[in-house]
């Protein structure tokens, strides 16, 4: 056998041991979750709050914990959209491509990208000393948005910065106003918007230290934005590191559900987004 | 040297002005037109005047400036901070580079047909009434109307008509840069602009949107840039040379291609040099 071939076999092989090695641990990850969540998944899991004696093992759900996690993505997602849009669009759209700055500010978010969740529950909590506030839902709100925030402009820049001039020319030439080139475009970007919105939800849903400070824990359902708020990451923890048993199957149960959420959260949204890309605007 | 091996003769009759570039009824006047691209001088002090209701082609090699041309035309500069303007514009005798002047009313005037064709991202029949919509036209019936009218037009109905409702990236390149010409002319502009329109597509898309253009001219004012000498003898009625950012000579069709004036000319046509 020459060494062409030889080298085409190693890395085919490469490429498929890589492969099946990532989908061979995502295949264990769950079938863990499933095997030791699933016996104490119970109805009552998923639509009753603690009760007294629940972390003894008594009875009790984590809806509290399910709705907290869904306000605080809900929320934090809707506000780092707003923030991160208009950011790529002046980034890619209203700044030259290559100018200095959009340079710079580009490699500030891939900063703020690599820093630890810990860091942005630290800063989110000096934060909320500063303004006077308590562990409450607006603080999980707010380090949450910072924790994705960059994640959002990132991946949508990515998209952007593939928009040709060429669209923005047609659109301008048809005598469209800014405003109406920019609709267009944000239509070109759909997909990449709603491929962003689910790495923030996956970032975001599943993180424990942004909100170990600044969202706290508490039995119950937030009615407010300055209660504090029980998060799914933060249950799986508390649940794990008791030593009784049942509650320790419990957090299993418990991180079933949160992947469920995401899985739930992810087809939904790339159903809505291929659906929205067929219609007018 | 051999200057003219084929005498050229154009297929139909020739419109009846033909001065040079004297005509009766100007609708684009250029005077003194500087164009600076970071400081560099790309357009030297052009002085043109294009008919109406005629087919006028600028060719030229590459890079001598034809397309920053024609899309000062329509102000696609505006956006474009290193580019500096001066000089006098006339469209229908009005300056579009004075104050005061919308220049979404310039571009309404004047549909842009690019290399390639891009579809806005949404359906077939959107992509057409994207221009009367957002000019605020409005009601279903109305909007279909001009869709059809444009889309037959434009020689694409027969194509689409059962699938308005697909993604306009679904169409080929070819039924694309039709679809595009169909989305110009559905603002009612008075001008097409087309930036090597053809070159992208093959052979048979081309010759579709060539036979488009002759038949368009007798409502609208076409300008082209082409780079294939060809085409231009084929569709243009009257022909502007341009080299290194100059104009060198601007005449009817058959006076640049048969008499030309100029020495570069004559070269460039017969092909010393592209």
Not at chain 1, 58 to 80: H, R, T
Not at chain 2, 51 to 75: E, H, M, V, Y
Not at chain 2, 122 to 145: A, C, Q, T, W
Not at chain 2, 148 to 167: F, N
Request: with cysteine; glycine share 8%; hydrophobic share 45%.
């Amino acid at each position: 056998m020459n060494i062409k071939k030889l080298e085409e076999k190693i890395f085919k092989g490469l490429m498929i041991g890589s492969s099946m090695l990532i989908f061979g641990v995502l295949l264990y990850i769950l079938y863990i979750i499933i095997k030791k969540g699933l016996p104490s998944l119970s109805w009552e899991m998923i639509s009753q709050i603690p009760s007294g004696g629940f972390y003894l093992g008594k009875e009790g759900g984590i809806l509290n914990a399910i709705m907290g996690s869904l306000y605080l993505i809900f929320f934090s997602v809707v506000i780092s959209l707003m923030i991160s849009v208009p950011v790529v669009m002046y980034l890619n759209f209203t700044l030259r491509k290559k100018s200095r700055f959009s340079a710079f500010a580009r490699l500030t978010f891939d900063v703020l990208f690599g820093i630890p969740s810990i860091v942005y529950g630290a800063f989110g909590f000096t934060v909320m000393i500063f303004f006077g506030l308590q562990a409450s839902l607006l603080g999980g709100i707010i380090a949450v948005s910072l924790l994705i925030i960059p994640v959002m402009i990132r991946s949508i820049d990515e998209v952007a910065v593939l928009i040709p001039v060429e669209l923005i020319e047609a659109t301008k030439s048809l005598g469209a106003t800014n405003y109406e080139t920019i609709k267009v475009i944000l239509r070109q970007l759909l997909p990449g918007i709603s491929t962003a919105v689910l790495l923030s939800i996956g970032r975001g849903i599943g993180d424990g230290a942004t909100v170990l400070f600044t969202a706290g824990y508490t039995d119950s359902i937030p009615t407010s934005l300055t209660q504090p708020t029980a998060t799914l990451p933060l249950a799986i923890f508390f649940q794990l590191s008791s030593p009784i048993e049942e509650v320790q199957n419990r957090a299993y149960s418990a991180a079933l559900i949160l992947t469920v959420i995401i899985l739930i959260l992810s087809f939904s949204a790339r159903y809505f987004s291929r659906r929205f890309s067929k219609n007018k605007i | 040297m051999e200057v003219f091996t084929v005498p050229f003769i154009k297929e139909q009759p020739k419109p009846k002005v033909m001065n040079g570039s004297h005509s009766l009824n100007p609708h684009i006047v250029v005077e003194n037109l500087n164009v600076y691209i970071k400081g560099i001088h790309i357009l030297k002090d052009i002085n043109m005047t294009i008919p109406d209701k005629s087919i006028t082609c600028i060719i030229g090699p590459s890079g001598c400036g034809k397309t920053t041309l024609l899309r000062s035309f329509n102000r696609l500069h505006d956006d474009n901070v290193d580019v500096k303007i001066t000089g006098k514009l006339f469209v229908d005798n009005e300056d579009i580079y004075s104050n005061g002047i919308e220049v979404t009313h310039i571009r309404k005037k004047m549909g842009l047909l690019a290399q390639r064709p891009c579809s806005l991202p949404m359906s077939i029949f959107d992509n057409v009434v994207y221009g009367p919509r957002i000019h605020g036209v409005r009601g279903r019936r109305k909007l279909y109307e001009i869709a059809r009218h444009q889309l037959v037009a434009a020689g694409l109905w027969d194509e689409v008509k059962d699938r308005l409702k697909s993604p306009a990236s679904t169409l080929s390149i070819g039924q694309q840069q039709r679809l595009c010409l169909a989305r110009g002319l559905a603002v009612e502009p008075e001008i097409i602009l087309g930036d090597e329109a053809t070159s992208a597509l093959d052979p048979i898309s081309s010759k579709t949107i060539e036979e488009l253009f002759v038949t368009i001219k007798d409502k609208y004012t076409v300008v082209l840039v082409t780079h294939t000498l060809r085409q231009a003898k084929r569709i243009a009625d009257y022909v502007a040379f341009m080299y290194m950012g100059e104009l060198v000579e601007f005449g009817t069709a058959d006076q640049l291609f048969n008499h030309p004036k100029n020495q570069l000319t004559k070269e460039y046509i017969s092909g010393g040099f592209s």
